[in-house]
């Protein structure tokens, strides 16, 4: 079976996890980002690839950096952007997710840019286009339950790469709540991808996958393990929204165990970087003091990821 | 054909600019080749002004017939493009879409008080109401269609035109 994220061609027809996402199509994906990054500094912020096409930010599940960063890249490709707040819309008066679409294409949409709490729904959106012969219209996942959040994963890579220049010499550790986190899920598909030697996951054993050393990583049960000689920090938000049942005795314990500080990160190499997908919890998986730290690259996080999304859409959008 | 050779062309080309530009005259070369030569004018000329470059990539009319291109450069435009006295170069002009391309991206940097363009060849076949400022030779039948110009650069940087059967 083809990949369902290529089209016969072997191009990017929609992209909905970067597990199994080809190496050459994710490199692309960061080599086309690189000059993107550079129209936010010009007088007219805008690039005409994706003019008079319309695009669709359907968010099933609430998000406001996610969803603006799609609509500025959207916007500065010179797209028609449409924020659908599908929560309080349709949905609630029973309308079927593929009944939504069909809706939508029949106002003449040529991309979705989906968020949904259920895995697997972008990806199901994305079969019924071509179930239907709509090959023409493109799918984005923001995220969808526990599954994938491609963008945040190239994002993350593309700013691995501009600090660290290169994959196969780095330690990276992924730190926090693994099990709730499809962000996790897609830093480790890229970052095994792109050939990066030792990926390690440090967490509570309650807040990591059962099976997490299948997924090419190796686990450390404490943080001084974890973080000794790393290149890279990647923290996790808890999600205290996706938890049901005790998996944490407090959020303040947590903190005192898992917790990024200057001390634990001391622990890391002296040029180490550190990341988080936002939105942080200060005083839970991350000190303010490291938040605001000389090491921290979260900010630069939100900048790159509107060139990675441009990116994303204007390859989609080219055919 | 015989084509001349690139560099006597560059000499030409350069002399033909002399009189029309000045210190602060500023030049953007149109990836990949009009960068060489860009370049080599910015030296000949003396000129101050940083050289700018452009990859038209994100601003071509075929985008959605040919996609995008794999591997796209950027564009660097080290001046302030306000009031400034412009020049845009490139080694082959032919049907003139990759000028208005260029032409259209400046724009979105500013308002030039001028834009000059100059190029080694024209090779004619233009599909665009577009014509170079400065142009070394211009080929006195057009080029047929499938045959392509280009400005090629040695380890050494010494720049040759050459001609492809496509």
Known sequence: MRNPQLNKHGELQHLLTLDGLPRGIITQILDTAAPFTEVAEREVKKLPLLRGKSVFNLFFENSTRTRTTFEIAAKRLSADVINLNVATSSTKKGETLLDTVDNLCA???????????SSGAPHLIAQHLQNTGRDHIHVVNAGDGRHAHPTQGLLDMYTIRHYKK?????????VGDVLHSRVARSQIAALTTLGVPEVRVIGPRTLLPTDVEKMGVRYCATMEEGLKGVDVVMMLRLQNERMNGALLPSPQEFFKVWGLTADKLALAKPDAIVMHPGP????????SAVADGNQAVILPQVTFGIAVRMAVMSMLGSH | MHLPEAEQLIATLADKMRPQVTPETCLVGIHTGGVWLAERLHALLGLS???????????RDDYSAKGL???????????????????????????GRTTRAALNELFDYGRPARVDLAVLI????????????????????????????????DASGALTMRLIHA
Not at chain 1, 166 to 174: D, P, Q, S
Not at chain 2, 69 to 95: C, M, N, W
Not at chain 2, 129 to 143: H, N, V
Request: proline share 8%; glycine share 6%.
């Open chain 2, 49 to 59: 002004e940083p050289l700018g470059s452009i990859d038209v990539s994100f601003y």
């Open chain 1, 166 to 174: 290169e994959f196969h010499n780095l330690t990276v550790a992924i």
């Open chain 1, 280 to 287: 942080m919890n200060r005083g839970v998986e991350i000190d």
């Open chain 2, 122 to 153: 024209d090779r004619g076949g233009r599909e665009l109401p577009i014509a170079a400022s400065f142009c070394a030779l211009t080929l006195p039948t057009p080029l047929p269609a499938g045959q392509n110009l280009q400005l090629e650069r």
């Open chain 1, 107 to 117: 106002m003449h949409a040529d991309m979705f840019v989906v968020r949904h709490e």
């Open chain 2, 69 to 95: 291109h794999p591997q796209p450069r950027g564009s660097k435009i080290p001046f302030d493009v306000e009031a400034a006295h412009i020049v845009i170069v490139d080694d082959v002009l032919y049907t």
